[in-house]
C-alpha cells in the first residue's frame, strides 16, 4: 500500500511564474491537506479538501488555490510567485472514518522561487 | 486555535529516557493532542495521540494531566536515530473532515552518543 505521495520532488520556478503540485493520499484517506514549511520552521496550515470543497483554510493570501479531484488526490497552485514562497510544502491525508485523527504526510515538494 | 510551547531543543544521550513537555493552555473540549516527528527534508510521522491521561504504544508515551494545560511525550531508551524535531499540535475534529491543526515550533532533539 502507498502511503501519500506528491510530485514533484523538487522544483525551480522565477518569481511571478505559476506552479502546480500534485498529491495522492494515501488508500483509504478521503481528506487532503496542505502545508508550508519554511526553513527551520514548523508546517504552517494551508487548506485542507474534503468532498472535492475547502474545509479549512489557513492564513495564505488567494493566491493560493487547490482542487481535490473525485479519486480524492489533490492539487496546490500557487500563482504570482514571490521568493517567499521557496519552501517544502507537505500534503497530508486523512481519513474521517478514523477515530484517532492522524495525518500522514508525503515527503514534500521543496519549491525554490528565483 | 490552541497554541502549543515546547523547548527550541534538548540534548539526551542514548539510552536515556526523554521527557518532552509542551504547554497548550487554551485547549479546547474537542481536542485532542498529537505529537510528531520529522527527519530533515521529510514529511512529519505521526507517533502518538491522546485525550486524556496516558496513552503508550510501540515507540512511545504520552502523559496528559486533568486539566489537559499540557502535555508530556516521554521517549523511552532513545537512540541516535531519534535525533529529530518533535511537533506538539492540538487540533478538534469537525464535521466533514479533520481538524484545521497549527504546528509549532517544535522541540529539536539532539541524542549524543
Known amino acids: 500500500d502507498a502511503g501519500v505521495t506528491q510530485s514533484p520532488t523538487h522544483l525551480i520556478k522565477t518569481r511571478g511564474q505559476q506552479v502546480t503540485l500534485r498529491c495522492s493520499p494515501k488508500?483509504?484517506?478521503?481528506?487532503v491537506s496542505w502545508y508550508q514549511q519554511a526553513l527551520g520552521q514548523g508546517p504552517q496550515f494551508i487548506f485542507q479538501y474534503y468532498e472535492e470543497e475547502e474545509r479549512q483554510r489557513g492564513n495564505f493570501p488567494d493566491r493560493f488555490s487547490g482542487h481535490q479531484f473525485p479519486n480524492y488526490s489533490s492539487e496546490l497552485n500557487v500563482n504570482a510567485l514571490l521568493l517567499g514562497d521557496s519552501a517544502l510544502y507537505l500534503c497530508?491525508?486523512?481519513?474521517?472514518?478514523?477515530?484517532?485523527?492522524?495525518?500522514?504526510f508525503g515527503p514534500g515538494t521543496r519549491l525554490t522561487v528565483l | 486555535l490552541a497554541k502549543t510551547t515546547q523547548p527550541i531543543s534538548m540534548d539526551s544521550y542514548e539510552g536515556q529516557e526523554v521527557n518532552i513537555t509542551c504547554s497548550h493552555n487554551?485547549?479546547?473540549?474537542?481536542?485532542?493532542i498529537t505529537w510528531y516527528q520529522q527527519f530533515p527534508s521529510q514529511g512529519p510521522r505521526f507517533i502518538i495521540q491522546g485525550y486524556k491521561t496516558k496513552v503508550t504504544n510501540e515507540v512511545a508515551s504520552l502523559f496528559i494531566p486533568a486539566d489537559r494545560k499540557s502535555s508530556t511525550l516521554s521517549l523511552p531508551r532513545v537512540s541516535l536515530s531519534d535525533t529529530a524535531v518533535y511537533y506538539c499540535l492540538v487540533g478538534d475534529r469537525n464535521s466533514g473532515g479533520y481538524q484545521k491543526v497549527t504546528f509549532g515550533t517544535g522541540t529539536k532533539l539532539q541524542v549524543i552518543p
Open positions: 487554551n485547549i479546547a473540549t474537542n481536542d485532542y
Open positions: 488508500s483509504g484517506h478521503d481528506t
Open positions: 497530508a491525508s486523512s481519513s474521517t472514518d478514523r477515530g484517532r485523527n492522524e495525518q500522514f
